[in-house]
């Protein structure tokens, strides 16, 4: 079971951190991935963290959001800084046990999902 939390209301140029706790499954074996989903759009990719720490960005937030982990809490973080209202979507935190490094940004590669949380940034 994977819980997002952290969504809100923030203003552009504002920084938000989101954060997903999971529970059930051996974390540290995960790679974990953030998805978003605008209203009126298909869920794409935000950010992945694998096993061992290496991590990947979609090119539209690269620079901008920092994903991390902590293990001993089972838990991923996603910094994001200087936000766009562009970026205004439902956010899913995932896990996968994909070996494949190029499957890491494909949301059909993960088996586990949250329940999303919502980022709204105003212009």
């Known amino acids: 079971q994977l819980q997002a939390s952290g969504g809100g209301l923030v203003q552009a140029g504002e920084s938000r951190t989101l954060s997903c706790e999971a529970s059930g499954i051996t974390f540290s074996r995960y790679t974990i991935g953030w998805f978003r989903q605008a209203p009126g759009k298909e869920r794409e990719f935000v950010a992945f963290i694998r096993w061992n720490r290496s991590t990947g960005y979609a090119d539209s937030v690269k620079e901008r959001f920092t994903i991390s982990r902590d293990n001993a809490k089972s838990t991923v973080s996603l910094q994001m800084n200087r936000l766009k209202p562009e970026d205004t979507a439902v956010y899913y935190c995932?896990?996968?046990?994909?070996?494949?490094?190029?499957?890491?940004?494909?949301?059909?590669?993960?088996?586990?999902w949250g329940q999303g949380t919502l980022v709204t940034v105003s212009s």
């Open positions: 995932a896990a996968t046990q994909t070996a494949i490094l190029s499957e890491s940004a494909n949301w059909n590669a993960y088996a586990y």
